[in-house]
C-alpha cells in the first residue's frame, strides 16, 4: 500500500501564493513521474503539472509563468508553488504518483498508480 499525504491548501486572496505538498510513504519500490491535478466545482479534473524522476517538467498553459513543480527524490514529495493565484485556480488539488511495487513472483513488479485525497484552494477577489 502506498500513502499520499498533502498539505499546504487554503484561501489566499488574489494574486497570492500557496505552496502545495505531497509526500508518499508506505510499500513501493521506486517513484517515476509525479503531478497535479485539480478540479473545480462542476468540472472533470485536469493537469495542473507533472514532472519526471529526473525533473522534466510539463505544465497546463494556464498556469505557466506562475506555477512551479518540484520533487525532492530523497523525500518521495512532490511541491507545487503557486503565485499569481487567481480566482479561476480555485479546486480540489490531487496529488498524483506513479510507482512500481513489487509482486508475489520475486523479480516482477507492477505499476501503480496512486492518488492523493485532494486539499482544497480558494482563491478570492
Known amino acids: 500500500q502506498v500513502q499520499l499525504v498533502e498539505s499546504g491548501g487554503g484561501l489566499v486572496q488574489a494574486g497570492g501564493s500557496l505552496r502545495l505538498s505531497c509526500a508518499a510513504s508506505?510499500?513501493?519500490?521506486?517513484?517515476?513521474?509525479m503531478g497535479w491535478y485539480r478540479q473545480a466545482p462542476g468540472k472533470q479534473r485536469d493537469l495542473v503539472a507533472t514532472?519526471?524522476?529526473?525533473?522534466?517538467?510539463n505544465y497546463t498553459n494556464s498556469v505557466k509563468d506562475r506555477f512551479t513543480i518540484s520533487r525532492d527524490n530523497a523525500k518521495n514529495t512532490v511541491y507545487l508553488q503557486m503565485n499569481s493565484l487567481n480566482p479561476e485556480d480555485t479546486a480540489v488539488y490531487y496529488c498524483?504518483?506513479?510507482?512500481?511495487?513489487?509482486?508475489?513472483?520475486?523479480?516482477?513488479?507492477?505499476?501503480?498508480?496512486?492518488w492523493g485525497q485532494g486539499t482544497l484552494v480558494t482563491v478570492s477577489s
Open positions: 514532472i519526471s524522476r529526473v525533473g522534466h517538467t
Open positions: 508506505g510499500s513501493f519500490v521506486s517513484i517515476t513521474d
Open positions: 498524483n504518483v506513479h510507482t512500481f511495487q513489487r509482486t508475489s513472483i520475486e523479480g516482477v513488479f507492477r505499476a501503480v498508480e496512486v
